[in-house]
């Protein structure tokens, strides 16, 4: 599966932003999906993630509250609702693919168990 990360940009902290990434080439709805973010100087950090049917949801504890995944199996889409932006938040957010329909235990937290990942779209937040 492809995918494609956008809707990044500059906002002012307390703004929103929304994240989108586009899949494409295999049947979506095979896939548990999640995103990640790198932020300047370090090691790229797992964000959320979502079951094949949004049955399921996980969230990285600074962003409890103020992100929301979700996904659309019809348009191959997911996305990234980000609320009370922070200036740490600032970094390249990237939209990953599992293949398979729920994470096993907590392995949505690794890196390693996405197979497929997008090019990243860059979010800052200015203080």
């Known amino acids: 599966v492809q995918l494609q990360a956008f809707g990044g940009g500059l906002v002012q902290a307390g703004g929103s932003l929304r994240l989108s990434c586009a899949a494409s080439?295999?049947?979506?709805?095979?896939?548990?999906m999640g995103w990640f973010r790198q932020a300047p100087g370090k090691e790229r950090e797992f964000v959320a993630a979502?079951?094949?049917?949004?049955?399921?949801?996980y969230y990285e504890d600074s962003v409890k509250g103020r992100f929301t995944i979700s996904r659309d199996n019809a348009k191959d889409m997911v996305y990234l609702q980000m609320n009370s932006l922070k200036p740490e938040d600032t970094a390249v957010y990237y939209c990953a693919a599992q293949p398979g329909t729920y994470f096993s235990g907590t392995h949505y937290y690794t890196e390693t168990t996405y197979d497929y990942w997008g090019e990243g779209t860059l979010v800052t937040v200015s203080s």
């Open positions: 080439g295999r049947t979506f709805s095979r896939y548990a």
């Open positions: 979502i079951s094949w049917n949004g049955g399921r949801l």
